[in-house]
Every structure is written in C-alpha cells, then in structure tokens.
C-alpha cells in the first residue's frame, strides 16, 4: 500500500490520527474546566501510567481543550537533574501572554514576579543563575517569591498568578511531564502551592503526568496530597478502542482491516497505543492492498518488533550498565517462574517481589539495592508497593527474553 498515504504514527508524543480510548478523560477535563471558571472548587489532576500509553499525548490533548477556552497555559517536562525554578518559569511566562491580556500593571507586577521567582536561587553559583532572564522585560519585583524558600516562593507566585486570571475572568493550566521526576523539595513546594490555591479558590490549577508510582511520590511529600489530585490512571486500550485507533485512519484513507486481522493486531500489541502506531505503520507498508489480512499482519509484525527492538526497547536498554542489565534480565526471568508456578500471568511487564530477583541471581536482595536503586532513578523500573517492582514499559520482558 501507498506508504506515502500511510496514516500511522509512532513518534514519542506525537498524537495518533484517532485519540480512541480517552472520551472519558477528555469529558471530565472539559468539567473541570467549566467548574472552575464558574467559580466552583476542583482539584488538580495527575495522569498516571506506564510508558506507551499515551500520557504525554493526552496531556497535549488537555492542554489543547484548555486553550480553546482561552485559558492561559504552559508546559514542562520535569528532569532528574534539574530544578523547577526555570522550566516552571518559562511555562508561567507563556501562560501570562496566552491569557491575552494587554499589557498592564498587573501583568507587569506577574511577570516581574515570575522574573524574581527564577532568578533567586540558592547555591555557590547564585550569583551566575541570577544572570538568567526567561525573557521577560518587565521589571523586577523584589520582596515576593524571591525568598530562596521554593514552598514559600511558589505559593506566592501561584497567588498572585491566580489573582492576574480572576482579574480577566480565565485560568491557568499548568503541564507537568514526567512529574515523578522533580526533586522532594520541588514536589512538596508543588504540593504546597496546589493547596493554597484550592483553599483560596484562584483560577489554577496544575496537571500532571508520571510513572505509576507517582501517586507514592506525592504523598511521600504531603500527607493531604492524595485529597490534593484527581488521579486518572492511563492504561491499554479496551478492544474496541484499539480496533477504532486502527481502523477510523484507514477509514479516512479508503482502507480497511478485516476481523482477523483486527484480531491479530491486539494480540501482537496487547492494546497499548505506542505499539498499536508502530504495528499499523509496518502492516500498513508491507501490505499489497486492501483490506489488510491477518497473513499480512503476520508477514509484518517481524518489521515491527525489530522496530521497536531498536527505538523503544534497545534505547532504554542500552542506558543501563552491564550490573543493572543482569538485574533487568532476572525479573524477565523471575516473571516467568511465577506464571509457571501457576501464582500469576506472565503480564510482560514483570511485576515481582525482589526477594524474587535476588534468588534468580543467587545473591542476597542487600547486594542488589544499588543496581535496584539505579535503575530506578532511570525509570526502567518501579515499585509500586513495598518489595515488589516493575518494569515502566509494556512488554520489556518479552524483549529482554527474546533479545538480551
């Protein structure tokens, strides 16, 4: 078939031609944001969810809904190593401009307080990060958000943000990618400036996306966080949406997949959307015409596994040293032996005790903890609750079983 015409797309957040699967998600954002321009009290939201998802795309979706209400908006992406004061900085600056108001004292008076809120920072090379402008002229404020205290600082920053939106009559949304990955002061500042502003009932509010164990980061910083979000946990698509993600493009480009093949295609993919793009793109290439077969689903899925064998799964691999290899093998290893004990299903994503892991390799569960504690702060692994850990991508250990 036409590969020029070829509607699938496997890119890292990039949004697929049919959003399928996410109504549900989509309606409830759309809720809140009516419930807070009207005044009423809501919650922030977290998005949770292993990698391949959808999170990211989602995330872009509920930005999209936002601004089309003309809210004010801004994204980051959260880093290991890198602190929240610029990148908050610089999406808090987008937001002020996107809320479209001329320009004013009080935007002046945000703005110059945003300013002051990413320039003051604590450290040997203070004097070197004060240096650093997010681009704005205004003024600078001193006196507020610039204590060096990042709790005391954001929940001022978000007070007076909230008090610029209330003042034109809109919101400010803030995106937070890969949110499980901000430092424990950054979080318990997050946390902090949530609360003030749900108390005060200020027009902001803070969407966030992160690995299944984001919840545990949360309300490891503050108690109340778990009444502080809205969790929404991102997972596979049911059949049915998974069918709709594959067949409404092909719709769209006068094509179509018969019953087995449809069939096929969620066995191969287990329903999850990154594969659901990468399995479409290949099938779509390698099939003569349509509809497309469940044989040509078959001479395909080759293509598409050493595809993914490379760019999403040999990727991560390859960040990891030859220690923590060893220790991503035997929980592939581990998974097996309980599903063959008949204690669980082999899920592929190799939820297992560590105990577990540490009789596969022959060692004690002690000697492992920095191999454990590497791939962690990685993201290859999580730990969803207490002696138990998983891999953060779908099908990893089938992967490592049939590759490393």
Not at 47 to 54: D, N
Not at 122 to 142: C, F, H, S, T
Not at 201 to 218: E, F, R, T, W
Not at 240 to 252: G, I, K, N, Q
């Amino acid at each position: 078939m036409d590969p020029i015409r070829n509607p699938y797309a496997p890119g890292a957040g990039q949004r697929p031609p049919e959003l399928a699967g996410r109504d549900e998600q989509l309606g409830a954002f759309d809720v809140v944001l009516e419930r807070i321009a009207r005044g009423r009290p809501e919650r922030s939201l977290v998005l949770t969810g292993l990698r391949g998802v959808g999170k990211t795309v989602l995330l872009n979706a509920l930005r999209s809904a936002a601004v089309r209400r003309h809210w004010g908006t801004g994204k980051l992406e959260a880093r290991p190593d890198q602190g929240l004061r610029r990148p908050l900085s610089s999406a808090l600056h987008q937001a002020v401009r996107e809320l479209g108001h001329p320009q004013s004292d009080d935007v002046d008076h945000v703005l110059g307080v945003i300013r002051a809120f990413a320039q003051r920072d604590a450290g040997p090379n203070a004097k070197l990060r004060e240096q650093w402008n997010p681009g704005i002229d205004a003024p600078l404020v001193k006196g507020r958000a610039d204590s060096g205290d990042i709790e005391i600082d954001l929940v001022e920053l978000f007070t007076d943000l909230g008090g610029l939106a209330a003042d034109v009559g809109k919101g400010v949304a803030i995106f937070i990618d890969e949110m499980q990955d901000l430092g424990p002061d950054d979080v318990s500042a997050l946390c902090a400036a949530c609360h003030e502003i749900s108390q005060s009932g200020l027009p902001v509010i803070v969407v966030g996306a992160g690995l299944p164990h984001l919840p545990a980061v949360l309300s490891a910083s503050k108690s109340y966080s778990e009444r502080l979000f809205r969790y929404q946990r991102i997972d596979r698509l049911a059949r049915e949406a998974a069918d709709r993600a594959l067949s409404a493009p092909a719709d769209d480009e006068d094509a179509c997949f018969t019953d087995e093949a449809l069939t096929a295609m969620y066995a191969a993919t287990g329903g999850y959307p990154y594969f659901i793009q990468a399995y479409g793109k290949a099938v779509w290439d390698l099939a003569p015409h349509s509809p497309i077969t469940g044989e040509d689903v078959a001479v395909a899925s080759p293509e598409a596994e050493n595809e993914l064998a490379v760019g999403f799964f040999g990727s991560r691999y390859e960040r990891a040293t030859p220690g923590e290899r060893e220790y991503l093998r035997a929980m592939a290893d581990a998974a097996v032996a309980i599903a063959e004990q008949g204690e669980d299903e082999l899920d592929d994503i190799g939820s297992v005790p560590t105990a577990d892991v540490a009789t596969v390799l022959g060692k004690k569960p002690q000697s492992l903890s920095p191999a454990r504690d590497a791939l962690l702060k990685k993201g290859l692994i999580y730990s969803g609750e207490r002696g138990r850990i998983a891999f953060t991508v779908p099908h990893f250990g089938r992967y490592l079983r049939d590759h490393a």
